[in-house]
């Protein structure tokens, strides 16, 4: 079956401009997650979405960063006024958490490149 | 708080030698769970095991293998005849039973050379 899929697969923006970065998981997952790996690093937690329930978005670093999960399927990770920090690969993963966490499958990223 | 230490940064070893990767953990939850991940050239993340803190068996998977040690809270994957395929970089990784995010390491890089 069809894996996670994110588009665009590369986008590079200007500093100060709005970028959305878009999610879709794996059929029947509930949890998705959004994750950024920055050049050569670990993956930081950004936020986590698990069917109808309020997200977690204790992971995201900035008010600049928003993401919404629309009819609990596809997600869109948006962030404003880009600043040249924010240039990272961002992941995204479903996962059909039943008991406990569960594996999570990634999708192949988006590389954020701002100038 | 948790957290993944992987303190070897890279590794570099010769084709159909064995490789251990280290992977030491922090939580303060007596129930968790212990992840690896693959992440190879390509750039898309392979899952590769789950183990939940209940259980300290090994396990082998093909020429992988994992040796879970509560005592030490090290949980260390080893390649048995590595091969250039192998070549990745490798992430550990924890996740708190309650909790909704996994605390990943910093990774291993892994190259295996003819």
Known sequence: GAGVSQSPSNKVTEKGKDVELRCDPISGHTALY?????????????????GNSAPDKSGLPSDRFSAERTGGSVSTLTIQRTQQEDSAVYLCASSSRIIGPGEQYFGPGTRLTVT | AQKVTQAQTE??????????LDCVYETRDTTYYLFWYKQPPSGELVFLIRRNSFDEQNEISGRYSWNFQKSTSSFNFTITASQVVDSAVYFCALSE?????????????LTVKP
Not at chain 1, 34 to 50: C, D, K, M, V
Not at chain 2, 12 to 18: H, I, L, N, R
């Open chain 2, 97 to 109: 039973a309650l909790g909704n995010d996994m605390r990943f390491g910093a990774g291993t890089r």
């Open chain 1, 34 to 50: 959004w994750y950024r790996q920055s050049l050569g690093q670990g993956l930081e937690f950004l936020i986590y979405f698990q």
């Open chain 2, 11 to 20: 590794i570099s070893v010769v084709e159909k030698e064995d490789v251990t």
